[in-house]
């Protein structure tokens, strides 16, 4: 169609000139990527990521599993060696449902439940991904 | 006449599927039937993405849907999210403070810039044009990098644009920032139009035409229909949240073929640049959402319903609500506008076009299966 006629002939030549200037502009510029297991992008600060908890700044109210809209909030007793110093119930976190919307750390009353800039969360191992209300080391 | 003629020509026909396991359509199938190259007939086959999103809201309180309401089409989540805010913020007839709809409308015209570009992309990708595939999914992510200063996440703000208002004011410096990345913008809207004639123009003009008759009868809207020719946009027709204060045109194409639809994509981005920057020049100060709202405020939704429609980057999206006095929503229908898109137009366009015309067809209408099957 266009490449038929002379005048198409030239709109081309003209064309594939202005491709060579793009390309030796283009060649002394950084590549837009970077290469991901060595290197990653900066994460900006209230990026919603893992979830960060306190557990002694949570009252048990369990606003967070009821506001959870995949539900994956449970509140649960803390694992049996913390059974003596943390006798309520408090939220277990299922990373695999999470959708992390960030709901539960909007609706937390005391802060306890923040969300971090932690985003390699992949995992090969199914029970990692549940987070069981444990204090922080 | 020989009766055996027929028979034969039907042997010469074979079918052929495009998609869904294709990295063109993406979770949708359009059966054609062929003869030689020519298509002779095009049959959709949707249903691959149904996830039931009408009746999942019936079961969740409006500030879980607004985090579902992201999920409606994947490519542009701000506008849906907005589509669904402004259903509920009418049935309980609040007022939105005036900061929030500016915010509003900052996003959803940043999402609908960074649709566009996927659109551009695929578009290149579909015609074997894979310069514009990375350079527009490269300079995509510029806008996912505000995306992720602004609502804590790339690519779904989690109902970022909430019932009431917005769940996070915009940063210090973002203003600012949202200006650098409009520039960036530009400057690739000029590399588009450089590398216009040489690849895109032979795959695309005179391709799959849609005239306007056709297209209003076919129910197309959004800009296939204005590619087809006729000026409408709800912005100006119905408008809503401050559009009706912005200064903006529409562009319009008379031939309604591929091609005019890749030309309406760049106009309107540079449409939706000029938007954002009249609506950070005007910015107040102020609430970025009901004082007396956050997100465990419990709402009870009266009993009435509404019907809400958008000018989405695909055409119209709307959504239906009844409430019946509870806290969760009695009804939620959702009007995608790549249903029609994808069915009666693109089998419409497809019947008698060349099998290499094919993808430039198929994504020259912007679809998106998601928001078709929701």
Known sequence: MIINNVKGSKKMSSQILKTIVELLKNLFQ????????????????????????????????????????NKAIKMVKAPEEYGEKYPRLYPQIDLGKCCFCGLCQDVCPTKAIKLTKNVFLSTFDSKEVIKNPVPKK | MNPNYNTTERELEYSLPFGPAHPGPGNFA????????????????????????????????????????????????????????????????????????????????????????????????????????????????????????????????????????????????????????????NDMLSKFEKFDNLSILVRTKGVGILPLKKAIQLGATGPVLRASGLKTDIRKDDPYEIYSKLDFDIPTEKLGDSYSRLLILRREVRESIKII???????????????????????????????????????????????DGTE???????????????????????????????????????????????
């Open chain 2, 277 to 323: 920057n009249q609506a950070l020049n005007n910015m107040p100060k102020g609430n970025v959402i009901i004082p007396s709202l956050n997100s465990g405020t419990h709402i009870n939704l009266p009993k009435g319903e509404v019907y809400v429609r958008n000018e989405c980057s695909r055409g119209e999206g709307a959504m239906y609500m009844v409430g």
């Open chain 2, 30 to 185: 359009v059966k054609l039937r062929l003869d030689g190259e020519k298509v002779v007939s095009a049959k959709a086959d949707p249903g691959y993405l149904h996830r039931g999103f009408e009746k999942l809201m019936e079961y969740r309180t409006p500030i879980q849907n607004a985090v579902l309401s992201d999920r409606i089409c994947v490519f542009e989540p701000l506008n849906w999210n907005l589509v669904h805010a402004q259903a509920v913020d009418e049935l309980m007839d609040w007022n939105v403070p005036e900061r929030a709809k500016y915010i509003r409308v900052v996003m959803v015209e940043l999402s609908r810039i960074q649709s566009h570009i996927i659109w551009y992309g695929s578009m290149s990708k579909a015609i074997g044009f894979d310069t514009g595939f990375k350079l527009a999914f490269g300079y995509r992510d510029y806008i996912l990098d505000l995306f992720e200063n602004i609502t804590g996440g790339r690519v779904y703000p989690a109902g970022y644009i909430c019932p009431g208002g917005v769940r996070k004011d915009l940063g210090k410096n973002m203003p600012e920032k949202i200006r650098k990345t409009l520039n960036k913008i």
């Open chain 1, 30 to 69: 950084k590549p837009m990527t970077v290469k991901f297991p060595h290197e990653s992008i900066p994460i900006p600060g209230g990026y919603r990521g893992e979830h960060g908890f306190d557990i002694d700044k949570c009252r048990s109210c369990g606003l967070c599993a009821n506001i959870c809209p």
């Open chain 2, 328 to 374: 969760k929503p009695y009804r939620c229908k959702i009007r995608g506008p790549s249903l029609l898109h994808q069915i009666p137009v693109l089998e419409y366009l497809l019947k008698g076009s060349q099998i290499a015309d094919v993808p430039a067809i198929y994504w020259s209408l912007n679809p998106c299966p998601a928001d078709m099957d929701r």
